[in-house]
T-cell receptor, first 113, second 114 residues
Framework: AQSVAQPEDQVNVAEGNPLTVKCTYS??????LFWYVQYPNRGLQFLLK??????LVKGSYGFEAEFNKSQTSFHLKKPSALVSDSALYFC???????????FGSGTKLNVKP | DVKVTQSSRYLVKRTGEKVFLECVQD?????MFWYRQDPGLGLRLIYF???????EKGDIPEGYSVSREKKERFSLILESASTNQTSMYLC?????????????FGPGTRLTVL
């Protein structure tokens, strides 16, 4: 069975510090990995995706994610957090020839001034 | 830029009413999706459509139906709304593959059933 886990319901970080939001996955086949961000009462916005190639993927708003095949992880990172990064973050995985994404349960990121 | 719009941001309905949620995308995408989002449960797929008049059940189709008469429009129908269908409903679209192409989301409809 395909699945995605976001082990932390909430991550707290001080503004200016680096942030990491964790994601691990379990799929049969090559994963297509995505990160989305959701601001309050809004839809999901696409941040970045990994298909193949370089394990470090750069995305919108200074975010990046590192694909680690051996640990089946795709953690979202940012070198210096902003208060405006506070939001709900979702990891998703797709596998070719399946008919949907598998979403994690979401991680709430709180960035304190 | 892909634009996905949803007919209402907020909706309040009574138990037993028939409810229509509409979604329109402007990028000629093949696939369209309806999700519901509840705290602690993440996103759950209700239905998706891979072509006009074609649909497939997702994880939680009970109590819902869908309609896709035109490529750009995908409607979610609650035949007889119940209080447990109070939720945030999100529509999305993707270009060709439902599992590997980026999905683009609308702003969501927050439905309250009284």
């Amino acid at each position: 069975a395909q699945s995605v886990a976001q082990p932390e319901d909430q991550v707290n970080v001080a503004e200016g510090n680096p942030l990491t939001v964790k994601c691990t996955y379990s799929v049969s086949g090559n994963p297509y990995l995505f990160w989305y961000v959701q601001y309050p009462n809004r839809g999901l916005q696409f941040l970045l995706k990994y298909i193949t190639g370089d394990n470090l993927v750069k995305g919108s708003y200074g975010f990046e994610a590192e694909f680690n095949k051996s640990q089946t992880s795709f953690h979202l990172k940012k070198p210096s957090a902003l208060v405006s990064d506070s939001a709900l973050y979702f990891c998703a995985v797709g596998v070719y020839n399946f008919n949907k994404f598998y979403f994690g349960s979401g991680t709430k990121l709180n960035v304190k001034p | 830029d892909v634009k996905v719009t949803q007919s209402s941001r907020y909706l309040v309905k009574r138990t037993g009413e028939k409810v229509f949620l509409e979604c329109v995308q402007d990028m000629d995408h093949e696939n369209m999706f309806w999700y519901r989002q509840d705290p602690g449960l993440g996103l759950r797929l209700i239905y998706f459509s891979y072509d006009v008049k074609m649909k497939e059940k997702g994880d939680i189709p009970e109590g819902y139906s869908v309609s896709r008469e035109k490529k750009e429009r995908f409607s979610l129908i609650l035949e007889s709304a119940s209080t447990n269908q109070t939720s945030m409903y999100l529509c999305a679209s993707s270009l060709a593959s439902p599992s590997t192409d980026t999905q683009y989301f609308g702003p969501g409809t927050r439905l309250t059933v009284l």
